[in-house]
């Protein structure tokens, strides 16, 4: 607390970004949010931000109306307030750039926050994902692979998990020799088994192979990885790198295989760009799409320009090869990058995907982030920018991934689990710092930082409210169907992810969203049935015959607990449901009332002013039009 | 089959045929031509493949010899729906006759030539309805009209204006020879009539095409009293001109023009830069062209996709008629739209605008309904415009995809208000279908003028009568549809803009996955639906209010026991 000069702020105002509302009132600063809430209005509107998911503060020049503050978040969310007097600005900048930087991992929020839950559950909690359980699951230990406790004591890498799948050839001194060829000691071990095929996954890092170094030990594990797999006399080694890179790497002591070395082995580049060019890519885009009144044209060409969707086709693409090379060909892959941690997790996470049906369900879907991101040592801390580090450490690898993930849905609508409202809130806390999964850039770190007693985790979080997160036409006779998902790679399937980039960007969404609707529909139609079963056992214990009775009904009481308030699930479904929320949020009522009685009112929250379709109000003479002005502020009451 | 058909039929059947279409295996057959269609049979004893394409549709036709010296021959058929197929003919003789008869017997010049007017399910009959409403109808429905507005039949002999319908919907305040006058004054007699009425507050929606003011700034006394007539004394109104000022300006140098202030005082003209013709038709070519290149990377494509223009043009239409009405519906004033005839993007705008203004407009024979008055009455030349697609290598003549923007622009309210719109993009699709070509008679001729002299009325059927037939509307129904009485406001940002894939791509990417998916919410809802009524009870109108009831009562029995 000791940061906040200025914990209240009145009369501050809001700006949307994409038009000209205005909201008037009161800053709050507390020490884990920033709160602005909405003056004079029963009900108001309320933002929370977190200072975890400000990634930066921006004090504009002074304007007569005041001081103005542009806030951007890592959730995407934009923020522009003014505030009236300069020292208060100030106070509320200053406070925030200390805020926003947390020094040590004790300050952050996942270390204060408290669900009111007892130390058993958390303890259950963090139990709920368990990895030795998954390499069960895929068949681990088996005649060819086994789990090697070299790392126990993470002396072998640190930045691996202690648990390890090796195949059974590879010796210690093998493993130990070949991880000293390795960048950061990361060895090849397997993440995924395809037992189909008895096809292995393996990842790593880049071998320090300079100009012409060679180590015959990690030859050696190359060659217990391809003798562990009888189906194909090869290996593939995948470098998810450009040529040009890996080529640059060698001045460095690191590179790439040399296929004369490795008897067996088949070595292809993917031309997946690097940590910095994805940041400055996504950089481009959110510029691009933040522009006010932004053309098609210009849109399309930013899109083009940003590399985005390329960058994003990039990967599916590279998760494809692997995918295929396992699947059909039956053959091993090792992946890699440079240090193994960024594009390897994506390629390894994204081709399992397409690969086992398990990760497409929810539950599989958080083993998967547990296995490839969490474990395999993705530096959340570094990429998120969890504490004041290095600004070219941050960038958006797990974004992607989500992304990626997101076009794989929008191709296979029925494939999945979960819906996109579940990736968005995986994006929402690997940057919130809320809960203790995402903290820290390794396993080993997260031991040290105890974060299994001191925090809570997100899984169980996410799991008690599943019901949100559900995929309605989702269909498990499609993962019988189709076990394997082979996705279009043809450009135009590749999107911009709207839902995400502009999730807090009220005017971008559509109205009525049909995720919401569905899934309303089906909770609906099963509480329906147990309504009906509740009430006959009731009848039939007290012996009263209701067999021609219907039960069927629709009752409001029977729901489930009320949606998080989100646009991407759209504004309320029915027009009463709509009545309902502007009885309480008051201001869309407002907004849109006419200025007649009995008129027609907008839909679920949509507004002409706020798409600016003309120059109505330019065009006009004030004396002709004095509804125009208070229409768009709300205050349309007083003027009928 | 008539002598003429006939005459273009040199081989009727070619066996050992095989035709690749699009995400299929390559089939073999026969094929026969007849007259108005390509009718492919594929040889096998049971199940066998059929394909019956209307001639109609064929936009562009390729052929290119194959084989050992020219043995036998490939033809690549370019349909009006964007699908693309290929027959591979035995013979080269048969190849070029099969593609001479296609040439000649998809481009027959006289309409009463055309399918429709030979198009005889059993399930129909001539002597059902054709059409579904008129604006007599309209009239009579609207009993708020009756004050300030009146039917009128200057037109009844399509005299005064020929694209216009035989009766209008006119201001009460003006006689027919001040309609007379005022048509003379309008670019093809198209004065300002209503098309449009807002039940809240009385507003109305207009449209006509320009004024002739020409170049010495002529003016009209009858024209101007027409508008004056259609706002009150104290009000005032917009014109939406969908040209640019510059457009409107240099439109007064070939005799056309713009109601300039000083004449028209209670109207403010807006302008609204909306392409037209060959510009649009050119975008829609680009695009396709786009969406069949299956070799390309991502800049590529968005690079493409850009220089088509498409999107843009689906934008101004969105934000024009969002625009128009904002201004009825939150500004609460008339509007009047034109741009130049006054039969392209006039009818784009004020559909659109109806569409996020009217409730009415949204439901499946509502919406065929608009269709009706705002294109096929209102007098959008379909003949000409639809009478090639994106393929064609024919030089472009009067070719412009206005009313597949018109779908477009709605399958973006569709995107945006899923639950808004009773009728699916399937409807959509199907009515991509028949703008161009079609069993039915409904998109035939440019205007009520030619269909009553070529008696298409009479002679064929109405396509929106079939669809709107039971057992056809299933198919073409939204189920999520929940009925709106507010106004559907859509985005009109970029991002919130997508390209229809359903349309474009429905051919080179088999969506199944896509179409299971909306399979599986029409269960969802259908199951719903059962669940909310009583099983056996015949009436399928049983509301929420019934089931409600039945638990009810069970709740008291519980309480009393």
């Keep these: ?127 709920l994902i368990d990895l030795t359980a998954e390499f069960e699951r895929l068949g681990l230990p088996c005649d060819q692979w086994q789990l090697s406790d070299v790392n126990r004591d993470y002396k072998v890498c640190e930045t691996y998990p202690r648990d390890l799948y090796v195949p059974i050839t590879a010796s210690k001194p093998i493993i130990v020799g070949s991880s000293k060829f390795r960048s950061k000691g990361r060895f090849p071990v397997l993440t995924y088994f395809y037992q189909e095929k008895k096809a292995a996954v393996c990842r790593c890092s880049q071998p320090l192979s300079g100009f012409s170094a060679r180590c015959l030990e990690d030859e050696h594990m190359l060659q217990a990885i391809s003798k562990a797999n009888h189906n194909s006399r090869f290996v593939y080694v995948m470098d998810t790198r450009p040529k040009l890179n890996a080529l640059a790497n060698r001045a460095a002591g690191k590179g790439y295989e040399n296929e004369d070395n490795y008897s067996n082995i088949r ?78 997790a994506q390629v390894c996470a994204l081709g399992a995907l397409l690969m086992d049906p398990y990760y497409r369900t929810l539950k599989g879907f958080m083993v998967l982030i547990e296995k490839e991101w969490i474990s395999f040592g993705h530096k959340f801390a570094d990429r998120c920018d969890q504490l004041d580090g290095d600004p070219r450490e941050v960038s958006p690898v797990f974004t992607q991934f989500l992304d990626c993930v997101w076009q794989l849905m929008e191709q296979f609508p029925q494939a999945f689990e979960f819906s996109e409202w579940f990736l968005i809130q995986l994006h929402e806390h690997v940057h919130s710092c809320q809960f203790g999964n995402f903290l820290g850039n390794s396993q080993r770190q997260r031991e040290e930082l105890q974060l299994k007693d001191r925090t809570y985790s997100l899984w169980a979080h996410l799991l008690s409210e599943q019901h949100n997160y559900l995929n309605p036409v989702y269909s498990p006779s499609f993962a019988e169907r189709h076990p394997v998902l082979e996705p279009s790679t043809q450009p135009w399937n590749f999107k911009f992810w709207r839902n995400m980039y502009h999730q807090f960007d009220r005017t971008m969404h559509p109205r009525q969203s049909i995720l919401k609707h569905t899934l309303t529909l089906k909770e609906s139609n099963s509480k329906l049935e147990d309504t009906a079963h509740t009430l006959q056992a009731k009848l039939q214990t007290l012996g009263v015959s209701t067999s021609p009775l219907e039960l069927h009904s629709w009752s409001r009481e029977h729901r489930l607990p009320p949606r998080p308030q989100s646009l991407i699930l759209g504004a309320p479904l029915s027009r009463k449901e709509a009545q309902q929320e502007e009885e309480v949020l008051g201001e869309e009522a407002l907004e849109d009332a006419p200025d007649g009685n009995g008129g027609e009112r907008t839909v679920e929250g949509s507004s002409a002013t706020e798409n600016g379709y003309g120059e109505l109000q330019s065009s006009f003479s004030s004396k002709n039009e004095p509804a125009m002005v208070s229409l768009e502020f709300g205050v349309a009451r007083m003027t009928c | 089959m008539t002598m003429e058909f006939s005459e273009h039929i040199k081989t009727a059947n070619v ?31 049971e199940g066998s493949y059929q394909l019956l394409l209307l001639l109609r549709s064929v936009d562009a036709i390729e052929k290119r010899m194959t084989g050992l010296s020219g043995s036998s021959g490939t033809i690549v058929i370019k349909c009006k729906d964007l699908r693309i197929l290929q027959f591979d003919i035995p013979g080269m003789e048969e190849c070029l006759n099969v593609a001479s008869s296609i040439e000649a017997l998809s481009s ?27 604006p007599q109808q309209q009239y009579a429905q609207t009993e708020r009209l009756w004050d300030r507005w009146r039917l009128s039949k200057v037109n009844r002999n399509f005299s005064v204006c020929m694209s216009y319908p035989r009766t209008v919907i006119v201001p009460c305040a003006i006689d027919d020879i001040t309609l007379a006058k005022a048509a003379s004054f309008r670019q093809g007699g198209r004065f300002p009539v209503l098309c449009y009425y807002h039940r809240s507050n009385g507003m109305v929606i207009m449209r006509s095409s320009q004024p002739m003011t020409g170049a010495n700034r002529k003016r009209c006394r009858e024209d101007e009293l027409l508008l004056q007539a259609a706002i009150d004394e104290s009000e005032m109104g917009y014109i939406i001109d969908t040209r640019s000022a510059q457009q409107a300006q240099q439109a007064r140098m070939a005799g056309g023009g713009f109601e300039s202030k000083a004449f028209y005082h209670h109207w403010r003209r807006l302008h609204r830069h909306l392409e037209r013709g060959k510009v649009l038709q050119e975008s829609l070519i680009k695009l396709v062209e786009a969406c069949g290149d299956p070799s390309q990377n991502m ?62 407009s949204r439901t499946f024979r509502g919406f065929l309904q608009l269709l009706e008055r705002e294109w096929v009455q209102a007098g959008h030349p379909f003949r000409q415009r639809c009478a090639h697609s994106a393929h064609s290598h024919a030089r472009l003549r009067q070719e412009c995809p206005a009313f597949l923007l018109l779908l477009d622009a709605t399958w973006q309210l569709g995107r945006q208000f899923p639950l808004a719109l009773e009728f699916s993009e399937v409807l959509l699709l199907r009515l991509a279908q028949d703008a161009y070509a079609s069993d039915y008679g409904t998109f035939l001729c440019s205007s009520e003028q030619e269909r009553c002299a070529l008696q298409v009325k009479e002679n064929t059927h109405c396509l929106f009568q079939f669809l709107l037939r039971r057992e056809e509307r299933e198919k073409y129904v939204n189920p999520l549809y929940e009925a709106t009485d507010l106004a559907i406001w859509p985005s009109v940002h970029p991002q919130s803009l997508q390209l229809w894939t359903g349309l474009f791509l429905r051919w080179t990417e088999y969506a199944q996955t896509m179409d299971e998916a909306r399979e599986e919410i029409w269960t969802i809802v259908k199951e719903r639906k059962e669940t909310d009524r009583p099983k056996g009870c015949a009436h399928t109108t049983l509301s929420r209010h019934d089931s409600f009831t039945n638990v009810e009562n069970l709740m008291d029995e519980l309480t009393v026991l």
């Design chain 1, 1 to 127: 607390m000791e940061h906040i000069r200025t914990p209240k702020v009145e009369q501050v105002k809001l700006l949307d970004r994409f038009n000209n509302k205005t909201t008037t009132g009161t800053l709050y600063l507390t020490a884990t949010h920033l709160i602005f809430v909405e003056s004079n209005v029963p009900g108001a509107h309320e933002i929370w931000i977190l200072h975890h998911h400000i990634a930066s503060v921006e004090k504009l020049s002074l304007t007569t109306s005041g001081c103005p503050l542009l806030i951007q978040c890592r959730n995407f969310r934009v923020v522009h307030f003014v505030v009236p007097r300069e020292r208060d600005c100030h106070d509320v900048y200053s406070s925030l750039l200390r805020l926003l930087r947390p020094v040590s991992y004790d300050e952050l929020y996942a270390f204060s926050y408290n669900p009111k839950q007892n130390e058993q559950q958390r303890e259950v909690g963090w139990q």
């Design chain 1, 267 to 344: 070595f292809q580049f993917v031309g997946i760009e690097n940590i910095h060019v994805m940041r400055a890519s996504l950089q481009k885009l959110l510029e691009v799409v933040g522009t006010r009144s932004l053309s098609v044209n210009d849109y399309l060409l930013g899109l083009e320009s940003s590399g985005w969707l390329r960058h994003i086709k990039a990967i599916v693409d590279a998760a494809i090869f692997l995918t295929k090379a396992v699947t059909v060909e039956g053959a091993s892959v090792l992946v890699h990058c440079s240090d193994g941690w960024d594009r390897t």
């Design chain 2, 15 to 45: 066996d050992d045929v095989v035709l690749k279409l699009p995400l299929r295996p390559a089939l073999k057959g026969t094929l026969c031509v007849t007259a108005h269609h390509l009718v492919f049979s594929e040889r096998k004893e």
């Design chain 2, 108 to 134: 027959l010049e006289s309409v009463t030539e055309l399918y429709p007017f030979f198009h005889r399910p059993r399930e129909l009959s001539l002597s059902e309805p054709w059409g579904l409403s008129s």
């Design chain 2, 299 to 360: 800049d590529r494509w968005l690079s493409k996709l850009e220089n088509s223009k498409w999107l843009s043009h689906v934008h101004s239409a969105l934000s024009t008629a969002g625009l128009v009405a904002e201004c009825v519906e939150r500004d609460g004033h008339s509007v009047l739209v034109h741009g130049f005839e006054g039969t392209d993007t006039t009818l784009l705008v004020t559909s659109l605008a109806q569409l996020i203004l009217d409730p009415a």
